[in-house]
T-cell receptor, first 111, second 116 residues
Framework: KQEVTQIPAALSVPEGENLVLNCSFT??????LQWFRQDPGKGLTSLLL?????REQTSGRLNASLDKSSGRSTLYIAASQPGDSATYLC??????????FGKGTLLTVNP | DAGVIQSPRHEVTEMGQEVTLRCKPI?????LFWYRQTMMRGLELLIY????????DSGMPEDRFSAKMPNASFSTLKIQPSEPRDSAVYFC??????????????FGPGTRLTVT
């Protein structure tokens, strides 16, 4: 059974700092890995999707990497801003089309 | 593009009542997913439809839960009878196997269900 772990569970940083969120998964047989953002009381917004054959994806200040063999992914946020404050969720898709989610990292960026 | 639409946004009901949650996926998407989010268990997949056909319902917690997708633009998740432990946020998501955003799941705003 796939298990996804996100570390740290919560992170507080000053504005402007670069930061890294970590995601690990137990079964490396995945089709893709997706990072989401969730604001309080809201739905999930897809940030980046990395196919299993890819090693990284970039969108603006966000860069996500994938090391499938070791079961790890990182989300790098450059020059963090207060508007980046949210919960960030990592999810992996297996052969059964199911997305298995981690519990998320609650990020607070202080002005 | 209106995104995934869910209704109602909030539902408060008494134990034993029937609850119906509704979802309209993004036009052109052929996969639809129902999720449940709680503090204790996080996000869990309940059921997955492809081309309106239920493919995997192994996440449906018990027989009180049922889901239908009568056409490509509408799905329902029904709980009958509801129980307090069903209180959660229920999300619907859709995806497409083609295009630049192939396989990315797009989530609706969710329905916050409270069963008293």
């Amino acid at each position: 059974k796939q298990e996804v772990t996100q570390i740290p569970a919560a992170l507080s940083v000053p504005e402007g700092e670069n930061l890294v969120l970590n995601c690990s998964f137990t079964d490396s047989a995945i089709y893709n890995l997706q990072w989401f953002r969730q604001d309080p009381g809201k739905g999930l917004t897809s940030l980046l999707l990395i196919q299993s054959s890819q090693r990284e994806q970039t969108s603006g200040r966000l860069n996500a990497s994938l090391d499938k063999s070791s079961g790890r992914s990182t989300l790098y946020i450059a020059a963090s801003q207060p508007g980046d404050s949210a919960t960030y969720l990592c999810a992996v898709e297996g052969s059964n089309y199911k997305l298995t989610f981690g519990k998320g990292t609650l990020l607070t960026v202080n002005p | 593009d209106a995104g995934v639409i869910q209704s109602p946004r909030h539902e408060v009901t008494e134990m034993g009542q029937e609850v119906t949650l509704r979802c309209k996926p993004i036009s052109g998407h052929n996969s639809l997913f129902w999720y449940r989010q709680t503090m204790m268990r996080g996000l869990e997949l309940l059921i997955y439809f492809n081309n309106n056909v239920p493919i995997d319902d192994s996440g449906m917690p018990e027989d009180r839960f049922s889901a239908k997708m009568p056409n490509a633009s509408f799905s329902t998740l029904k709980i009958q009878p509801s129980e307090p432990r069903d209180s959660a946020v229920y999300f619907c998501a859709s995806s497409s196997p083609s295009g630049r955003a192939a396989y990315e799941q797009y989530f609706g705003p969710g329905t916050r269900l409270t069963v008293t």
